[in-house]
Each structure stands twice: as C-alpha cells, then as structure tokens.
C-alpha cells in the first residue's frame, strides 16, 4: 500500500481532473452546494479550502469574493490551475493540510475539507488536530465545512467493492475497496489503451473509516457548534461553526 501523497504523486494526480469530469460542471455544482449552505459573497473575507486538489472549492470560493488559501500536497494537482488562481484572489500552497494554521492568522471566515479529503488523514488524531486548528483560527461566527464519504454505517459486499469510476476510449478507472478495521484500502485500477494494448497500473492507499458521530462530538468537545449534518451529494456533510 502507498501513502496518500505517494499515490496522488504516482498516479491519481495524472488523471485527476479526468475523473472528475468536466470542471466548470465540477465548479458550478460547488457553487450550488456553497449556496445552499448559505455561503455568499456577503460573508467575503478569508477562506482555508484543505485538500484543494483542482481547485473546485476554491474557484467557487474566490468567485464568491472570499481571498482563498488553497493547501494541498500534490505539487501537479495544484499547478494544473496555478493560472487561474493567480486571475482570483487565491494563494496556492504546496504542504500538508496538517500544518495549514502557519499560513493563515486567526482571522478566518470559512474553512472547507470537502470531497472526502479527510478520511485521507493517517489517524483519528490527524483529523482532531485539524478541527482544534480550525477553532483556532476561525473568527467568531466563523464556519468550518466538512464533507466526506460514510464507510462505516454502509459496508459494501463482494462484488459491490468493485467500483467503476471513469472511462472513455483511452482510459478506465476502476477502485476496489478492501474493508480493515479502522480504514479502507482503495485500490484504484487504471487501464491506459498505447496502441492496440491496454496497461494496467495499479495504486492503493488507505482512507479512514470516520464516524459522523464522532466527528460531530469532537467538534463540540473543542467549543465549535455543529450546526449542520446531513447527507449532501451522496456525502456526510457537516457545517460547525465558532460561537
Ligand atoms: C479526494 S481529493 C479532493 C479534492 C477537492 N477538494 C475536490 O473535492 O475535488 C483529496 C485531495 O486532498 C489532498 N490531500 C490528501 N491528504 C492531504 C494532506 N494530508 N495534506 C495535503 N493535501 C492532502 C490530495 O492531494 C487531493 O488533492
């Protein structure tokens, strides 16, 4: 098994965006979903997207009028959009999500970890240093939004692990989930046609299997107040905000 960074580096960031699909429908959806949580450019401000990836949090959040500081590991992913950051008011960097509070003083509006990034984190203890960051540096009023998968209430079966993600004529995209204890082994399987062959690389990296319940009681025990948690787009989404 890989480590998260080494499995983006090696192979997920490569084909990342095409995962993803086409990006202004990647950003428009984020909008959307930024909108009915009542996020709007009358908040502005600061905004900490951890785990930005392509940038389909932070656009939306820049486009918005929030300035954005946009962390992630994965030097390829965030160079891939560097233009257009540099068109907004978002500063890239290029570190671990553990040690985003360096970048920011205690004066932010809005924190998001969305699109599962957090069951990326190595240990339960990685996930409560960020929401005690985020208290930290949150204003009063100040939001923290998380998004992520539930791989613990839902346990999938057999052949239901195999998960067809994207493909086209060139590529396909397939992840196999292998269920331990505390985490999730995904094994993402990525066929590249060269010629008349097809080459499989294979890359897999553990995910956390995290509790809603738990996340939900580590944020009120460090004083934030979950004001939201619900099922969003097919992730648990939960919105805490600093009293
Ligand atoms: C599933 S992607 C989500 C990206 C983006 N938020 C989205 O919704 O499309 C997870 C992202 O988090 C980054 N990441 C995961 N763990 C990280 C860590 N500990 N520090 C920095 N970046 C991390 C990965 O490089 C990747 O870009």
């Known amino acids: 098994m890989n480590t998260v960074k080494d499995h983006y580096d090696q192979q997920l960031a490569s084909v990342y965006r095409w ?42 959040l820049a486009e918005l009028r929030f300035s954005v ?23 890239t960097v290029h570190d671990d ?8 003083e205690d004066r932010v509006q809005l924190i998001v970890c969305m699109g599962d990034t957090l069951t990326h984190l190595d240990s339960l203890s990685s996930v409560q240093s960020i929401l005690l960051d985020s208290e930290h540096v ?45 985490a999730v082994e995904v094994h993402d399987l990525l066929y590249c046609k060269q010629g008349d062959r ?8 553990p995910k956390l299997r995290l509790d809603k319940n738990w996340v939900c009681n580590q944020i009120e025990e460090i004083g934030l107040q979950a004001i ?9 989404c939960i919105v805490a905000q600093k009293q």
């Open 19 to 60: 995962m993803a699909g086409d990006s202004k429908i990647a950003i428009k959806r984020n909008h959307e979903f930024l909108s009915q949580l009542g996020i709007n450019p009358t908040l502005q401000g600061l905004a900490v997207d951890l785990g930005a990836g392509s940038g389909f949090q932070s656009i939306p």
């Open 69 to 91: 500081v946009a962390v992630d590991f994965c030097a390829a992913l965030l160079s891939e959009w560097s233009d257009r950051a540099k068109e907004l008011s978002i500063q």
């Open 97 to 104: 999500i553990l040690n985003f509070s360096k970048y920011v």
């Open 138 to 182: 949150l204003v009063t009023n100040g939001k923290l939004i998380l998004t992520f998968r539930d791989y613990v209430s839902l346990e999938l079966q057999g052949t239901q692990r195999f998960i067809p993600v994207q493909s086209d004529d060139s590529t396909i995209l397939t992840c196999f989930l292998e269920y331990h204890q505390d």
């Open 198 to 205: 097809w080459v499989l690389t294979t890359s897999s990296y």
């Open 228 to 236: 939201r948690h619900e099922i969003m787009n097919g992730m648990i």
